[in-house]
């Protein structure tokens, strides 16, 4: 097993927030987590980025074991996150905010490969590298808050609902994005998505989150056939 949470418990004040959740993925793969909100996806991926200390569990990639560790600390050993919201920062340049995404990164030289790479992927952040990353479109600063989070070169990327907010062009050229960046890197993803029937369908496995614990687990294209998925995510 590539990637595992294993009955994670986390509490804000005296509220249970996740109730032993356990996810897991293969190396390659994309897992969507999908259910209403505040039923603890966002929570689920916190967790795992260290930016929610856990009550019990364990967390664990490859054999490196995550909980516990701050956060800058789960950045090197492979792991980023791409916040709900994207909050890139409004008053540095494109270029700028990429670099941060490399912070904890020595090699000058992979860095501006690394750079090159996410112009190739998102040419529109080429054009705008001088810009503030305040003043682009939401759908440029998704691109924007992606290509950084890839600056990190992880091995696993979290994705907390990038296609909020955006429209279905824009959504559609996220999807696609997300597609590319696992098949061609290799990256394998835990994607939280509102959009159920995008994320099923970009997903290898899926997990439906209902008030803090783990509904239902299947394989993507089992869930999409699910009656209780149709009813309460698909709009059926």
Known sequence: MFFEARNVVVYYGNVMALNK???????????????????????????ISG??????????????????????????HGVAQVP??????????????????????????????????????FPILKSRSNQLGGSLSGGEQQMLA???ALMAQPKLLLLDEPSLGL???MT?????????????????????EQNARMALKLAKRGY???????????RAENLQNNDHVISLYLGG
């Open 167 to 169: 429209s279905p062009m």
């Open 51 to 76: 930016l929610k200390e856990i009550t019990s569990g364990e967390i664990r990639l490859g054999e490196k074991i995550l909980s516990g560790l701050p956060p800058q600390e789960i950045v090197s």
């Open 146 to 148: 992606i290509g950084r």
């Open 208 to 218: 439906v989150i209902e008030t803090g614990q783990i509904a239902l687990e299947d």
């Open 172 to 192: 559609a050229k996220i999807a696609e994005t997300i597609v590319e960046i696992n098949r061609k890197n290799n990256v394998t993803i835990i994607l939280v």
């Open 84 to 121: 709900e919201g994207r909050h890139v920062f409004p008053y540095m340049r494109v270029i700028e905010n990429l670099r941060m995404g490399a912070y904890l990164r020595r090699d000058k030289k992979g860095i501006r490969q690394d750079i090159h790479k996410i112009y190739a992927l």
């Open 21 to 47: 959740v356990s996810i897991n993925s293969d190396e390659g793969d994309i897992v969507t987590l999908i259910g209403s909100n505040g039923a603890g996806k966002s929570t689920a991926l916190r967790a």
